[in-house]
């Protein structure tokens, strides 16, 4: 069914309920993690989010969780949204969270929260006619430079991984995980910087993120100092999640020492769990996941608050199509957004929508335009990883 609301300024807009949210997990090409016990692809990482209404209008969403945790979850949130204004993002967001938080804050339902968010921002964009970041309070930029997010090897075959994609465009690079800090050879993870570096060569931009939120994470504080000042000697910009992710005190102190940007906060959850970081000075750059931290709401919320701060703001939303579109709508957003992550190659992202994000010949993403979020999601693609993925659509 196609809606006849479409376009009409809010003044207009008749009432948009919703009658039903669905969510698929995506399978069977999940991109490895670097994890040291690893995403195999078959496993469910990221779900797909739809939030159908009685005007025709469907808003999508994406959750960085298992899909089976985020199908269980709306049952349980079922009896809170359903029926609910399909045009109010913030507050039936925030009447979840208020309603739930006894089950677990920061958890499934927290992360099942945020897809639900996002699609409701689309949802408005669509039956205004306006873009999310039109939404948000109007565009600073209509492009934004994307680091390709790689895992990290060793040295040769970094080296020829850089090299692929800067053929293809790239002029940003984050390399993290796999080995580094994890083989206990200093050598190593310095050798796999430099080969990055020389082949990203000096007119690129190269980041490092060691990944620390992985399970039994073995180094503390003096790795990092030691490793920041390994990384400052090969211009790399930002170290991210070089510590355990509740080590504040040590965030803080490492901040202090490091030569070169302190990043993280992509596994913090809701705007409140950001303060204390925020406000002792842990980052230089705050990085939190619009798919799992409480959705666009939170994630606005967040990034003016670091801009308030003096913190840079990049989005995490890296993990699917739908999160990328979510971050380069809040890349416009904001006064001081240099990048967004991309991962390089992953089938989530240039294979499930109708129109693929295409680098310009300066390296950047053009920021989508079209109502809500700016993209639209591709059936036919989407049956690669869902069974049946017509649930998420009304009119088929």
Same mark, same amino acid.
């Given at each position: ?23 698929? %997990? ?27 209404? &009685? ?10 969780? &298992? ?7 709306? %049952?349980?949130?079922? %009896? ?15 009447? !979840? ?119 039994? #994470?073995?180094?503390? !504080? ?15 910009? #930002? ?10 005190? &040590? ?24 303060? %204390? ?26 990034? #003016? ?12 939303? #890296? ?78």
């Amino acid at each position: 069914m196609k809606s006849n609301v479409v376009g009409l300024s809010p003044t207009k807009m008749p009432a948009i309920k919703i009658t039903s949210i669905v969510a698929e %997990p995506l399978r069977g090409e999940s991109p490895k993690g670097g994890w040291s016990t690893e995403i195999q692809s078959e496993d469910s990482i990221h779900a797909i989010i739809a939030v159908h209404t &009685d005007a025709g209008i469907t808003g999508y969403g994406s959750v960085f969780t &298992d899909g089976r945790l985020v199908q269980a979850a709306l %049952p349980v949130l079922c %009896p809170l949204y359903k029926g609910e204004s399909a045009i109010e993002p913030e507050r039936v967001s925030e009447k !979840l969270h208020q309603n739930t938080f006894w089950m677990g804050r920061g958890g499934t339902l927290t992360h099942t929260i945020s897809g639900i968010d996002m699609a409701l921002w689309d949802i408005l964009g669509k039956a205004t006619g306006m873009s999310v970041s039109k939404l948000l309070g109007g565009d600073y930029r209509t492009r934004v430079q994307p680091y390709c997010s790689l895992l990290m090897a060793e040295p040769d075959e970094m080296r020829a991984t850089i090299r692929e994609y800067k053929a293809k465009g790239f002029r940003a690079f984050k390399i993290g995980w796999g080995p580094f800090g994890r083989s206990r050879d200093y050598n190593l993870d310095e050798a796999i910087v430099a080969a990055a570096r020389e082949a990203a060569e000096l007119d690129s931009k190269l980041f490092v993120d060691a990944g620390a939120s992985d399970a039994y #994470w073995p180094n503390g !504080l003096k790795w990092a100092i030691r490793t920041a000042q390994m990384l400052s000697d090969y211009a790399v910009e #930002w170290f991210e999640e070089p510590l355990r992710p509740d080590a504040l005190s &040590d965030y803080v102190e490492l901040r202090k020492q490091s030569p070169v940007q302190i990043a993280g906060g992509e596994v913090l959850t809701r705007r409140q769990s950001f303060l %204390p970081w925020l406000m002792q000075g842990a980052f230089d750059i705050v990085q939190p996941d619009v798919t799992k931290v409480g959705g666009i709401s939170e994630q606005r919320r967040i990034a #003016w608050m670091a801009d308030d701060l003096g913190v840079k703001y990049v989005g995490h939303g #890296w993990n699917t199509a739908l999160g990328v579109a979510a971050d380069l709508q809040m890349a416009a957003a904001f006064p001081n957004v240099d990048y967004v992550e991309f991962i390089g190659g992953s089938a989530y992202v240039d294979g499930i929508v109708a129109t693929p994000f295409v680098l310009d010949d300066e390296g950047y993403l053009t920021i989508p335009n079209a109502p809500g979020l700016g993209v639209e999601l591709d059936a036919n693609k989407l049956a690669r990883f869902i069974p049946d993925p017509t649930t998420l659509f009304q009119d088929l």
